[in-house]
């Protein structure tokens, strides 16, 4: 038995160049708008719990010989500051035309400027990643619309907390925050 489970799950916790172990947990979607509102300070702190101390660089160089970072991280990273992106500038055209101020969107606003570079770079890496990942998880389809949300259907998942953890085990620095 040791045999065979050294030969689906290698010593160095690789197999085909993916951290193991692939997904296993069945979970159900549904909305949480704590992480498509607009910037608040519950919505950030949820954002930054997200991510590792750490932040997602590891170091361990029996996997690679110099730090890495873990891939969900990068695009949790990018996720977030497109949305911050979004935000913003929906933020400013309300300004624009005469809404009130938001204190908490004007202090983010002066330290999170995403420049324009880096939103290219996270919608092509996003893309890339969404492809890479190739989810084929089945979701419900709307019998009147012809629409999905992707709410409600049972997916098979790798535990999120289960690669945070083993993130942070061989984190590379103690920093934390997802900005």
Known sequence: MGIALGRRFPRGGRRWGLLVPPGSMKETWYPNTTFSMKPTPESEAAWGSLMPVGRGFI???EIAP???SV???HQLHCLHGLRTSYYDLHYQIARAAGAPIDPFLEQK??????????QKHCFDYLRRAIMCAADTNLEYVDPV???TTGWGSERICRSFEDVKGWAEKWANGTGGGIA
Do not use: C, W
């Not at 606003?109 to 880096?118: G, P, R, S, Y």
């Open 71 to 73: 891939s969900v991280f």
């Open 109 to 118: 606003a002066a330290h999170t400027h995403i420049e324009t570079a880096h």
């Open 59 to 61: 170091y361990r160089p």
């Open 145 to 147: 619309t012809d629409d």
């Open 66 to 68: 110099i730090v890495k």
